[in-house]
């Protein structure tokens, strides 16, 4: 699987931005869709989770300002987020879990990232 993410920019305090990913190849391994940040000089974070059935969990931080959704297709993941703070620059990257079975029927889990889109988030 093959990402592809875009939506990054400079925004203001209190802004919003729409963040996008869309998925190729093998998607029908994806199990969920997730979007991830790293602020500099932090660890990266999950911030966002989509699973194959439509459930969505989010880090306390984003919660009731950020949400992920995607489309009909399931191959383009959305991050919808309002009311940015300045805490929110990062580099946001996108991630798909894939599981799938092998040619010896053995399970084979894997994650592909995308490329990282920055949000900065400043006056």
């Known amino acids: 699987v093959q990402l592809q993410a875009s939506g990054g920019g400079l925004v203001q305090p209190g802004g919003s931005l729409r963040l996008s990913c869309a998925a190729s190849g093998s998607t029908e391994r994806i199990n969920a869709l997730e979007w991830h940040r790293q602020a500099p000089g932090k660890q990266r974070e999950l911030v966002a989770t989509i699973s194959r059935g439509g459930s969505t969990k989010y880090t306390e931080s984003v919660k009731d300002r950020f949400t992920i959704s995607r489309d009909n297709a399931k191959t383009t993941v959305y991050l919808q987020m309002n009311s940015l703070k300045p805490e929110d620059t990062a580099v946001y990257y996108c991630?798909?879990?894939?599981?799938?079975?092998?040619?010896?029927?053995?399970?084979?889990?894997?994650?592909?990232w995308g490329q990282g889109t920055l949000v900065t988030v400043s006056s």
């Open positions: 991630a798909a879990d894939q599981l799938y079975y092998n040619n010896y029927g053995s399970p084979v889990a894997e994650r592909s």
